[in-house]
């Protein structure tokens, strides 16, 4: 998952989205229609095919200062130069400084990883997989619908960790604060909490449905 480059500071292009928040290892389809950013991955495609994306905060009106390095893994060429690009996360990184703003903008980064640990992080993964799982099977229920949890779902704490945040919708900010956290631990306990309140909050409304009935 690591760039291939050994180099801890690197110059990278940046794609500001608002309300997007990518992480590693997970796929981020993008299309691409604006000017400058159609030079961009014009650009990118030329060299390493790696640039970084960072949320746009709406509120203060610039980029996050952390993001993470995607990879675009295809590209399919439209009419009108617009192209649609299928990423894939790779490392974050932080941004140090911009070293320009136009056409797009460019910043010098470094690469960030969660602090090593010595503690056994099995247990914290598996008690938020269960919780995961409650969550889904009380929004099968809800629902009447059948949900499943996808085979791909990775085991190890740390990645475990970014595939749950990726999967939190419509809460970008949250999604932002848990790309940050460079403790793996912190960032499981942190998703145990809102997958605790989340299937509180859905047990009652099933307690609520069947009650109903």
């Known amino acids: 998952m690591a760039p291939s480059s050994s180099i ?15 992480f590693p290892g997970r ?29 746009w905060d709406q509120l203060q009106g610039k980029p996050a200062a952390i993001g993470c390095c995607a990879e675009i893994i295809e590209f399919q060429r439209l009419p009108d130069d617009r192209m649609k690009v299928l990423t894939l996360g790779q490392q974050r990184f932080r941004v140090l400084e911009y070293v320009r703003e136009k056409p797009y903008r460019v910043g010098l980064v470094e690469w960030i990883e969660d602090n090593p640990t010595e503690s056994d992080l099995d247990a914290l993964a598996s008690n938020v997989s269960q919780l995961l799982q409650d ?18 779902m990775p085991d190890l704490p740390v990645e475990l960790s970014y595939w749950i945040a990726s999967n939190l919708y419509g809460v970008a900010d949250e999604q932002q604060a848990l790309l940050e956290m460079q403790e793996t631990a912190a960032r499981l306990e942190r998703e145990a909490e809102i997958l605790t309140s989340t299937r509180n909050h859905l047990a009652a409304r099933t307690v609520l449905k069947d009650t109903l009935k």
């Open 27 to 55: 796929p981020l389809p993008l299309h691409i229609f604006e000017f400058r950013y159609r030079i961009m991955m014009n650009t990118i495609l030329e060299g390493d095919r790696r640039f970084g994306v960072v949320m």
């Open 135 to 152: 969550v889904v099977r009380l929004s099968a229920k809800l629902t009447g619908q059948e949900i499943e949890l996808p085979d791909t």
């Open 8 to 22: 801890a500071v690197r110059e990278l292009p940046l794609f500001p989205l608002p309300e997007v928040v990518l």
